[in-house]
């Protein structure tokens, strides 16, 4: 009997036969391993298992077997005892659940580079987009210099048509919401301040509320969804028809005839729109306290003058033309960014309107901050 492992592959009627004899524990397997995976078997299905010589095996042994045997579809047993048997099953099992464990976090790892693959393309889109529109900008303020220099070069017709649509078309909607928004910080904030007996200082909440922040944030977030869409769809489209192209080989610059235009009547367009919106506000906010807490006119009016400080409607107006400056330069932005097809419009035009209220936001939030230092 050899005190080494020892095995002996054999083919018979399309059937491999694996016959293994000797000692098979983990101290002899050297002996075995390299033979057992490196040489050419013949390539069956079914392999049995003869185990008529083997005196002792141990896990080592059954794992060295099974990576042998899982080689074929079908395991066949002869001479081989229930408890060989049952230790090449267990290390089997634990073999297959093994192996789901690993598919399952290459899986797990699969979807963590996924994640940060797309990560590291938001991010250098990001980057460009960026980049693209510093370029912009800088673009933006070369081409004013003609205009700040030769004010008689602006195209008189482009900047009363834009101030037609993005300023005078505007009012109605921005009346509209900003009387309703009037009346329902009255109803509010009177519900609250009653609690204390202080519903006269409602007053007070609608003044400040909406001189300072609430008027000129929505007229703000309407024009953004209003204007900077249109100059988006308006731009990608002449894009699209390839109008900016001929404009170029006419000896145009699309800057000077379809931006500046736009950005400069917004400009002009936003702080008229947002004086609107603060006088709508006041006037739903006395109708609104008429009926709530029985001020008539000259009451309201004399409470008004008391809660009115000069920074608390000037906070609200030095925003508007910035605002506008940025609504306008997204939109023109996004639009010559169109290329491709009417999807890309769809795309870059959402894009627009989400970008500007974004930007709004923070500049409001900026805007605060810089007040809140200097205690105005």
């Not at 769809?233 to 610059?253: H, R, T």
């Not at 006119?297 to 906070?315: E, G, N, Q, S, V």
Request: hydrophobic share 50%; proline share 3%; net charge neutral.
């Amino acid at each position: 009997m050899s005190s080494y492992p020892t095995f002996e592959v054999v083919q018979e009627n399309k059937k491999t036969i694996l016959k293994i004899a000797g000692p098979w524990l983990a101290k002899d397997l050297t002996h075995v391993v390299d033979a057992l995976h490196k040489q050419n078997y013949p390539p069956t299905k079914i392999i049995t298992l003869d185990c008529n010589d083997l005196t002792e095996l141990d896990t080592s042994g059954a794992w060295l077997l099974n990576r042998f045997l899982q080689n074929y579809q079908q395991l066949q047993f002869i001479n081989t005892t229930s408890q060989t048997k049952a230790l090449l099953e267990q290390v089997k099992n634990y073999s297959i659940q093994l192996h789901e464990e690993a598919k399952q976090k290459q899986e797990h790892l699969g979807y963590l580079f996924n994640l940060l693959s797309r990560l590291g393309q938001q991010s250098v889109s990001f980057l460009k987009t960026f980049l693209l529109s510093l370029s912009f900008l800088g673009e933006i303020f070369s081409r004013s210099k003609s205009f700040i220099l030769k004010p008689w070069t602006i195209r008189g017709i482009s900047l009363f048509h834009f101030l037609y649509e993005d300023g005078v078309r505007a009012v109605p909607i921005v009346s509209l919401i900003s009387f309703l928004i009037g009346i329902v910080l009255v109803y509010q904030g009177a519900d609250q301040l009653k609690r204390f007996g202080a519903e006269i200082f409602t007053v007070d909440l609608l003044a400040i509320s909406a001189l300072r922040e609430i008027g000129i944030l929505l007229t703000a977030i309407v024009v953004a969804g209003r204007s900077g869409s249109a100059f988006t769809a308006q731009i990608g489209f002449m894009k699209l028809n390839q109008e900016i192209d001929a404009m170029m080989v006419l000896g145009l610059n699309p800057i000077e005839v379809l931006v500046l235009p736009r950005i400069l009547a917004l400009v002009i367009a936003l702080p008229l729109l947002a004086f609107l919106a603060d006088m709508m506000a006041l006037a739903g906010g006395a109708v609104m306290t008429s009926f709530m807490l029985d001020l008539n006119i000259d009451d309201f009016l004399h409470h008004l003058r008391l809660a009115i400080k000069p920074w608390t409607f000037w906070t609200g107006m030095i925003k508007a033309p910035v605002f506008a400056f940025f609504i306008a330069l997204i939109g023109c932005f996004e639009g010559l960014r169109v290329h491709g097809g009417a999807q890309s419009v769809g795309t870059h035009t959402t894009k627009s309107v989400v970008q500007s209220i974004f930007l709004v936001v923070i500049l409001d939030a900026v805007f605060s901050i810089i007040f809140s230092i200097l205690r105005i």
